[in-house]
């Protein structure tokens, strides 16, 4: 139907011998919202890794919208429009909020802009609705340092948000939140999923229900199955390498 | 709770005029400054017959402006570089040609006839010029800068592997100035106080005070262009390299440039204070300028004053260097055990420095000394329990 957002095809990753991706093959149309779920070690940060330039595989290809990215830097990937929240929130804590945004929505972003450039009326527009949406409105003007870890989170998905990317990778984005805060960015992504296509990854299968739409089970560097949630969960090989192992710990 | 939350999206008017009074305020606080270094300070100094303090705090400005650099690559950007002496050299080394080569027509510097030489090597014949040195004393550490933070930046060395490549390079440029006699007079140096300069010989105390007007005016536009760099978009990306530079390559930003850039900024600041202060100490020699601890020194006026402060910086390198001197005039010897035990207890008991210790905790201790404490933190973080959690925990 839509065109391709990513394609991946027999992407091969290995580190020293381990390989922590392998052959694996992957696409995503534009505008959707995917889930990668998988047991430890199945390679799922190493696959965002790749996507964003910071890890080389050995082989294979990933193609953003039909462009070949691999030979490119982290700082250009980002900029041809996939953006990455990290498993911890990891914004500039000696920021306030308002100049993290700042930072990752400036449209210039070298040294000559950074230098003289002053934030235009539009982006000092988009950071103001950002703060707004992400409900940092009213703590914008302190150190990002004092903000809670949910709100840190948040604020991250908003830096995420103000460089306008295309897709938006994130990783683990409840990990350690409350229930609420874990319904809250559930409907900040649901939201953001409107206008972006989106990759998450997640351990919390309550909030992989609340999300799904499509998800793929990566397990030892491959795509194990892909489907919706209910297709996935009755899957007898997902059930024995993740969903049961979680039953299991569970108990 | 609602009615906060409409004002505080779009700054507030009261927070630009607040911004645009404290500029007002710090511009007025240099400029006092600057001119009691400039009119009261001399002749008061010269009153009470400390004439020799003057010549002492011109060399001591002189070095602050170097320090300023240390502060703006390490405090803002968090590239410790314990090579800064190249830089600084290399400003002391051009000027110092340049007024070697202050002779009658057809002669070369002394003491080039002891090693034999007869012709004066090719690349001193620039330095006749005034205006070629002028600009070389800023501009040959500012490239040199620029080449070795790119080959290192580039290839995203950081952290202590950066330290230890600057240290390196500052070795190989001792051992190249140290050794070799028939190009720059080796291990000897220059000396500059006999040469002449503007018709006069250059330890002539009205040339000295020329020097040191300078080291002061210098130091002046020094602080504004760091202040300047720093406190906008440009501060902010150096502010975020330092605390997570992987994470700022993700938000579509190249960190090289900013690093280089920044790096030969403060190569500059070192070039300027290293012939500033040349000239006024009348010589220059590698094992001063190029040694190790040299180099660690400036490092260490840094960290006493306050990283990330600025007025850190000078203020560390005046009181560090007064130190010094005062110590060693009438304790020859404790001298180094003192700045030890001073780096020990900077970092132990103030990792901030002292500007950093007192534009944080120490404003506080002083009001609670005074008796007037208050709440002056944002109220509704102060109920928070969430933010009380972080900060209590956010130590780490």
């Known amino acids: 139907m839509n065109e391709k957002i990513l394609e991946i095809e027999n992407l091969t990753v290995s580190f020293s011998g381990f390989k922590a991706i392998n052959n694996l093959n992957f696409s995503m149309d534009a505008g959707e919202l995917r889930v990668v779920i998988g047991p430890n070690g199945a390679g799922k940060t190493t696959f965002m890794d790749v996507i964003t330039g910071k890890t080389k595989p050995q082989e294979g290809n990933v193609r953003f919208k039909g462009r070949n990215i691999l030979p490119y830097k982290e700082h250009e990937i980002a900029c041809m429009g996939i953006g990455r929240k990290f498993q911890t929130p990891r914004v500039y804590l000696k920021l306030t909020p308002r100049e993290n945004l700042e930072l990752s929505c400036a449209a210039q972003k070298n040294v000559f802009a950074a230098l003289f450039g002053k934030p235009s009326g539009s982006e000092r527009r988009t950071v103001n609705g950002l ?100 297709e996935v969960q009755n899957d007898p090989r997902v059930i024995e390498v993740y969903l049961g192992s979680q039953d299991e710990a569970d108990h | 709770m609602v009615e906060t939350l409409e004002p505080a999206v779009e700054p507030r008017k009261g927070v630009k005029a607040r911004k645009r009074r404290a500029f007002v305020m710090e511009v007025a606080i240099v400029a006092v400054i600057a001119l009691l270094l400039l009119i009261v300070i001399p002749p008061l100094l010269s009153a009470l017959g400390q004439g020799v303090r003057v010549n002492q705090l011109g060399r001591y400005l002189a070095l602050a402006i170097a320090a300023l650099g240390i502060d703006l690559i390490w405090g803002y950007t968090g590239l410790l570089s314990l090579g800064h002496g190249i830089f600084f050299a290399l400003g002391g080394y051009a000027l110092g040609m340049y007024l070697q080569l202050q002779l009658p027509a057809g002669q070369i510097p002394d003491f080039f006839s002891l090693y034999g030489v007869s012709e004066l090597p090719a690349f001193w014949q620039p330095f006749y010029s005034f205006p070629f040195t002028l600009l070389a004393i800023w501009l040959i550490p500012t490239l040199v800068a620029a080449a070795l933070g790119y080959l290192v930046f580039r290839n995203r060395i950081r952290g202590v592997y950066f330290s230890i490549l600057t240290q390196a390079a500052l070795i190989v440029f001792f051992n190249f100035f140290n050794g070799q006699q028939k190009l720059i007079n080796g291990t000897n140096g220059l000396k500059t106080d006999t040469s002449t300069i503007f018709g006069m010989q250059a330890s002539d105390p009205r040339i000295q005070t020329i020097f040191y007007v300078l080291s ?56 300027i204070a290293g012939a500033l202060y040349t000239v006024q100490s009348g010589i220059i020699t590698p094992s001063s300028a190029l040694s190790t601890a040299f180099s660690i020194e400036m490092v260490i006026w840094v960290a006493v004053g306050g990283r990330a402060t600025l007025v850190g910086a000078i ?75 972080e900060r209590e925990n956010s130590g780490d």
């Open chain 2, 216 to 271: 002061v005016l210098l130091l002046v536009a020094g602080y504004a262009l760091c202040r300047w760099l720093t406190s906008g978009r440009m501060g902010r990306m150096l502010v975020a390299i330092r605390d997570d530079e992987p994470r700022v390559r993700f938000s579509g930003y190249n960190p090289t440039g900013f690093k280089v850039f920044v790096f030969a900024i403060s190569a500059a600041l070192a070039g």
């Open chain 2, 315 to 389: 203020f560390g390198t005046l009181l560090v260097n007064f130190a010094k001197t005062l110590l060693s005039e009438q304790f020859p010897e404790i001298w180094l055990f003192f700045q030890g035990a001073l780096f020990l207890a900077v970092v132990t008991i103030l990792p901030n420095g002292i500007i950093g210790w007192l534009r944080t905790d120490g404003w506080f201790w002083l009001k609670s000394v005074l008796g007037r404490d208050r709440l002056s933190t944002y109220p509704s973080l102060e109920t928070d329990p969430e933010v009380e959690y």
């Open chain 1, 131 to 230: 703060l707004e949406t992400i409900g940092l409105a009213n703590k914008a003007d302190i150190p990002a340092e004092l903000l809670s870890h949910g709100e840190k989170q948040r604020l991250e998905i908003g830096m995420l948000v103000a460089q306008s990317p295309d897709l938006l990778l994130v990783d683990e984005p409840v990990a350690g939140l409350t229930d609420e805060e874990t319904e809250a960015v559930g409907n900040l992504l649901l939201a953001l999923a409107e206008s972006h296509s989106i990759m998450v990854i997640e351990h919390d299968m309550e909030f992989v229900r609340q999300i799904a739409r499509k998800v793929t089970v990566l397990h030892q560097g491959t795509v194990l199955c892909e489907g919706s949630m209910d």
